[in-house]
């Protein structure tokens, strides 16, 4: 079964700008999350998407949004973009609530 | 605020050891917990997982779970040099949301 793919895998953007990043989910799971990665916090959630509801929201800006389609793939778009949201950002699939997520590759994103 | 602590590292075994990584989170409704491996440059790797009290075995690898102390534990065996990596303990307490430490180094040394 092939894994979650995100593309793209590298992105650089200039403040104020917008960006839009995409994930498949592994075949047949039907969550999806988003987190962003940076050395200062570590790990954090971003949003869920389950059967193309927003299931639950991080503690993100309203810059931050997502959706999910019908087939599970997501997308996440960032806008007006700050210094501050260059990180990693991480896609990860579910097929149940409370169960193992799976990873994809990540989208590592700077912005000058 | 869900928090979930560890001790950043590094921890530093030789090969053949066993490294010891811990775990404490904050929220008692939390039901399942998971142990992720982080390559430098390279996404979470799902390592292993467990749902109640008790050991859980698989491999080298075992992960331990006492809610009542909201303690969880990952024990690597025989451990060897590519080893080395960030261990993120993760828990989740609803829908698909985790909630991750920042990690332990774990440097393991031929």
């Known amino acids: 079964k092939a894994g979650v793919t995100q593309t793209p895998r590298y992105l650089i953007k200039t403040r104020g700008q917008q960006v839009t990043l995409s994930c498949s989910p592994i075949s047949g799971h039907r969550s999806v999350s988003w987190y962003q990665q940076t050395p200062g916090q570590g790990l954090q959630f971003l949003f869920e998407y389950f059967s193309e509801t927003q299931r639950n929201k991080g503690n993100f800006p309203g810059r931050f949004s997502g959706r999910q389609f019908s087939n599970s793939r997501s997308e996440m778009n960032v806008s007006t973009l700050e210094l501050g949201d260059s990180a990693l950002y991480l896609c990860?699939?579910?097929?149940?609530?409370?169960?193992?997520?799976?990873f994809g590759p990540g989208t590592r994103l700077t912005v000058t | 605020q869900k928090e979930v602590e560890q001790n950043s590292g590094p921890l530093s075994v030789p090969e053949g050891a066993i490294a010891s990584l811990n775990c404490t989170y904050s929220d008692r409704g939390s039901q399942s917990f998971f142990w992720y491996r982080q390559y430098s440059g390279k996404s979470p790797e799902l390592i292993m997982s467990i749902y109640s009290n008790g050991d859980k075995e698989d491999g080298r690898f075992t992960a331990q779970l006492n809610k009542a102390s909201q303690y969880v534990s990952l024990l690597i065996r025989d451990s060897q040099p590519s080893d080395s990596a960030t261990y993120l303990c993760a828990v989740t307490g609803g829908y698909s949301t985790l909630t991750f430490g920042k990690g332990t180094m774990l440097l393991v040394s031929p």
């Open positions: 990860a699939s579910s097929p149940y609530n409370d169960y193992e997520q799976y």
